[in-house]
């Protein structure tokens, strides 16, 4: 597996922007396809964005589609989700995970197909 930091959280006016990054260490990074999550109070953990491992491939939520993009550098194990047109709706713990398959170009929303998380990194976005 490999492990996972998550920074770049904060709070922000509606409207702004943040840039989060998710740092891998242990087993190859560019072997992984990766995901970004997001989970509000008292409700689930949410699919925002995947990476597949050359990054040609990227899938987004409707929910975040043309404001949020997905971006990674394997030559720097990190994978980045820039963030703008923030609304207080985006409000949540944001999770990176690496997919389950390695190897893959997979572009999943579940979480049952991540299998490596970070500790989360809280986005508040005021109104």
């Known amino acids: 597996q490999v492990q996972l930091v998550e920074s770049g959280g904060g709070l922000v006016q509606a409207g702004g922007s943040l840039r989060l990054s998710c740092a891998a260490s242990g087993r190859t990074f560019s072997v992984y396809a990766m995901g970004w999550f997001r989970q509000a109070p008292g409700a689930e953990r949410e699919f925002i964005a995947a990476?597949?491992?050359?990054?040609?491939?990227?899938n987004y939520a409707d929910s975040v589609k043309g404001r949020f993009t997905i971006s990674r550098d394997n030559a720097k194990n990190t994978v980045y989700l820039q963030m703008n047109a923030l609304k207080p709706e985006d409000t949540a713990v944001y999770y990176c995970?690496?997919?389950?398959?390695?190897?893959?170009?997979?572009?999943?929303?579940?979480?049952?197909?991540?299998?490596?998380w970070g500790q989360g990194t809280q986005v508040t976005v005021s109104s």
């Open positions: 995970a690496a997919d389950r398959s390695v190897y893959s170009d997979y572009v999943r929303t579940s979480t049952s197909d991540y299998d490596s």
């Open positions: 990476i597949s491992r050359s990054a040609r491939r990227t």
